[in-house]
């Protein structure tokens, strides 16, 4: 059932390819039109049947859209909704996917024309991988994805990309930008910055060689990698526009750490023993959330999940 | 082909009851006899045929075993060693699987009676479960096995405990003690730390509920939470035992975390994204490593895994 007639989608990456494949297996629209700033993967775009017709400008790409999705890095969405404003159909909804959700609204609210309805969004989903290549339809089955809007947000509106969303197989959830930046400083930002950084500490050590951090790296550090081979860009840019809430939470990280070395030091088991039994119950609550499975780990991807790889290369 | 006539397994946790399904399901043994301080997880022993016989003590279960396996916490190796050394076979090997080795070695070495092997050794393979229950033949399957041997070491003993690792599936190699405790510290104990301190500060926060951190986790949360989970009785132990190179590593990181924080606070993009970039090559050699696929990996297990997680209940 098609919920929107033209869909224009502004970026190519892994989430707005993963759209794509979701809205066309669902019938969710009837036409969706690109724009990539590279010609490459706007040709890949047309090759692999992600988009009807792709254009050399964005300005071009939302010409009679019903629904505009902004997936480009934070970073870059002022500019874009600067040179898409005086082109947006009356009526339209503009939404992004932005990981951070008050720097992209003060980016794009402002150019915004009257009668166009702008609800902000980020699909908590994606994999390490990036590229117009990378998307899959089902990327955001049984994942959230919120939305934020404000009070002078159009009920209808709100209800339609939130059928959208849902029809893509995402739970939505609604809550204001500066909870969904706090939130997600937590659950994702800090997370990632740590994990970078540990990453860099092995690249640094000269007692330990590289192949050897390489070969060794099952037991904890692999997840690690996994999470440090994101996006740089889009990376970068999170942490540049959510600079407060993650700067916040990275205090209290280091305070904990702290506190755990210094017990390490004075030698103090019992504290370290009640730390981490603390944290195995917060676990279980993931995994009763169906945010996981109880499946065990061993360090590697199981067979089974290649024919979830399968599915990129369609 | 049997390898070894009678193996004795002192714990019967994760990495025990993997040997035992190996060993089983190789024939790489003629018994294996199994002591657990718990009547409990001694009957459990029985019941899913992990050993042959159990008995109240390792004292008693060590008798006539040609292969002697300490698989309990690094801090309880000590005792276990000396309570057992009287009963040791002349010619028997004594291995652990500790994930500290020079602490191990401290502690084990000096009750070992002239005539045993002490072979010490550490399988890089593990889950997030602990338990008899836990246990599955294919844990060490294309993982690393690392064994510390000295320049006394006997080398036919070792050749022959070598040969059940490798029969088990897992790749050996060889390295000196003070070594592997280093580059352990970077794959995984810093790792390990890090993960649990992160989990701790979601716990922490007041303005972020609970349920909304376990909703989100999704994005990088997950996978902390996952390595957080791990048995706090043997991550403790491995701390308060490999303290001089964690807190090394410890050091670097804390640093290199400030560096970022910094150009975060100056919002210093090019830093961050070069920082970004370098990461995702040490990604790369991972995977063509063989140690991780380049499956992508979907915010939680592949429906696929499920085949895998049916292994543990045999």
Chains 1, 2 share one sequence.
Not at 72 to 96: F, N, S, Y
Request: proline share 4%; aromatic share 6%.
């Amino acid at each position: 059932m098609a919920l929107y007639d033209r869909v224009a989608l502004i970026g190519l990456g892994l989430i707005a390819s993963s759209m794509a494949h979701a809205m066309r297996q669902g019938g969710l629209c009837r036409e969706i039109t690109g724009h990539a700033r590279s010609a490459e993967t706007r040709a890949t775009a047309l090759e692999i049947g992600l988009c009807d017709r792709v254009f050399e400008t964005a300005a071009e790409a939302v010409k009679g859209a019903d629904l505009v999705v902004l997936a480009v890095p934070v970073g870059a969405m002022g500019a874009v909704a600067a040179e898409i404003a005086p082109h947006l159909e009356r009526g339209a909804t503009v939404t992004d996917v932005g990981s951070v959700k008050q720097a992209v609204i003060d980016a794009v609210q402002p150019h915004i024309p009257a009668g166009v309805h702008f609800i902000p969004g980020h699909p908590l989903a994606g994999t390490e991988h990036s590229g117009p290549r990378s998307g899959f339809a089902t990327l955001f089955k049984n994942r959230w994805w919120l939305l934020t809007p404000t009070d002078t947000t159009d009920p209808a509106a709100l209800a339609r990309l939130r059928g959208l969303c849902e029809a893509m197989g995402a739970n939505v959830d609604t809550m204001d930008a500066p909870h969904h930046d706090l939130v997600l400083a937590v659950t994702s930002h800090t997370p990632h910055l740590i994990a970078y950084t540990m990453v860099g500490v092995a690249d640094h050590l000269r007692r330990v060689t590289q192949s050897e951090v390489i070969r060794y790296s099952a037991a904890g550090f692999r997840d690690f990698t996994r999470i440090a081979a994101s996006d740089p860009t889009m990376w970068r840019d999170v942490f540049l526009t959510n600079k407060e809430a993650t700067l916040d939470i990275l205090g209290r990280f280091t305070e904990e750490l702290f506190a755990l070395q210094r017990a390490i030091r004075l030698g103090d088991g019992d504290h370290l023993h009640e730390y981490f039994t603390r944290t195995r119950a917060i676990r279980r609550g993931i995994i009763e959330a169906g945010q996981d499975t109880s499946a065990p780990d061993f360090g590697r991807v199981a067979e089974g999940a290649t024919t979830t790889g399968k599915v990129r290369e369609r």
